[in-house]
């Protein structure tokens, strides 16, 4: 079945550094894909999305380019902040019929340090 | 309203006891879907609800979870006779289309 492998945490960056958080999804069709991101304390939030290959969804200076030929979809930021400092969950879209469940990464922890 | 309302946000119940958690979805959300999150693990799929349409159930986990959602409104989840291993937070999750709007999640402790 559709299957999604994020790269394990915790991830420890220095303010201003470059990010990566690897994902890669196995899927049988082809899947919307898109990562969350839930802040301490608070709930699961869409972060960004891309629903066709070579798309590249981007928010709050964060990317992630939908990579048909190597099935991923990874994280970039090119200076992180502290400010985001969360969980980020890679997921994809299953589209069979018109069940649109997300199945999900792990989630990959990330601390920013001042 | 504004966003998805879950609760209650904290519930601690002894072993054996059922529970039952509320999930107030976005207004014109027709999509409703459960979620269970394990201390340090992902999303854990338990049902989903589309419109009118039978629910999709297979993630439930056993025979003590049942879920329950009146036309396009408030859902919620019940668990019958609590186990130590039902300790997790519980989310919901409301849909027009594509991506979804998260509560904040119901954190159950079964003591």
């Known amino acids: 079945g ?6 394990e945490g915790p991830v420890t960056l220095s303010e201003e550094a470059f990010l990566t958080i690897n994902c890669t999804y196995t899927a049988t069709g082809y899947p919307s894909l898109f990562w969350y991101v839930q802040y ?34 990874h994280l970039e930021k090119g200076s992180v902040q502290v400010s985001d400092s969360a969980v980020y969950f890679c997921a994809l879209s299953d589209k069979a019929g018109n069940n649109r ?8 922890s990330l601390a920013v340090n001042p | 309203g504004a966003g998805v309302s879950q609760s209650p946000s904290n519930k601690v119940t002894e072993k054996g006891k059922d529970v039952e958690l509320r999930c107030d979805p976005i207004s014109g959300h027709t999509a409703l879907y459960w979620y269970r999150q394990r201390l340090g693990q992902g999303l854990e799929f338990l049902i989903y609800f589309q419109g009118n349409s039978a629910p999709d159930k297979s993630g439930l986990p056993s025979d003590r979870f049942s879920a329950e959602r009146t036309g396009e409104s408030v859902s919620t989840l019940t668990i019958q006779r609590t186990q130590q291993e039902d300790s997790a937070v519980y989310l919901c999750a409301s849909s027009p289309l594509e991506g979804y709007t998260f509560g904040s999640g119901t954190r159950l402790t079964v003591v």
């Open chain 1, 2 to 7: 559709d299957s999604v492998t994020q790269m």
């Open chain 1, 101 to 108: 469940k997300l199945i999900w990464g792990l989630g990959t």
């Open chain 1, 40 to 73: 301490p304390g608070e709930g699961l939030q869409l972060l960004l999305k891309a629903t066709k290959a070579d798309d590249k969804g981007s928010n709050k200076g964060f990317e992630a380019t939908y990579r048909k030929e190597t099935t991923s979809f």
